[in-house]
């Protein structure tokens, strides 16, 4: 997956704006069942909203952060709090429900 420029993460931010996480990461931190719910979340959904609830130091959320995108082949497009926002482009053209945009808008 071609990495995501600057605006296009923040069209994405702005998408997910209204979102409500789908996915929490508790005590036990990554987990396979939690890779397979960002997963499954990720095909269903392309972009989703990720809730870091036992965990408060940026460095512990930055190493899962970096499991989870090798684990799904996503990419992380930004984290505010506890919120992070990840996104994974749909293989199946007839299922995006995401247009991210090639070029910046003058």
Same mark, same amino acid.
């Given at each position: 997956? %071609? +990495? @995501? &420029?600057?605006?296009?993460?923040?069209?994405? +931010?702005? @998408?997910?704006?209204?979102? +409500?996480?789908?996915?929490?990461? $508790?005590? !036990?931190?990554?987990? #396979? !069942?939690?890779?397979?719910?960002?997963?499954?979340?990720?095909? &269903?959904?392309?972009?989703?909203?990720? +809730?870091?609830?036992?965990?408060? %130091? &940026?460095?512990?959320?930055?190493?899962?952060? $970096?499991?989870? %995108?090798?684990?799904?082949?996503? %990419?992380?497009? $930004?984290?505010? $709090?506890?919120?992070?926002?990840?996104?994974? /482009?749909?293989?199946? #053209?007839?299922? /995006?429900?995401?247009?991210? #945009?090639? /070029?910046?808008?003058?």
């Amino acid at each position: 997956m %071609e +990495k @995501l &420029k600057g605006f296009q993460k923040k069209y994405l +931010k702005a @998408l997910a704006h209204a979102m +409500k996480p789908v996915v929490f990461i $508790g005590r !036990n931190g990554v987990t #396979p !069942n939690v890779i397979q719910a960002v997963d499954d979340a990720l095909d &269903k959904h392309e972009l989703i909203k990720l +809730k870091f609830i036992d965990f408060k %130091e &940026k460095s512990e959320k930055t190493e899962i952060i $970096g499991e989870i %995108e090798d684990a799904t082949t996503s %990419e992380m497009v $930004g984290m505010v $709090g506890h919120i992070a926002l990840f996104y994974r /482009r749909q293989i199946d #053209p007839d299922k /995006r429900t995401i247009t991210v #945009p090639e /070029r910046q808008a003058k």
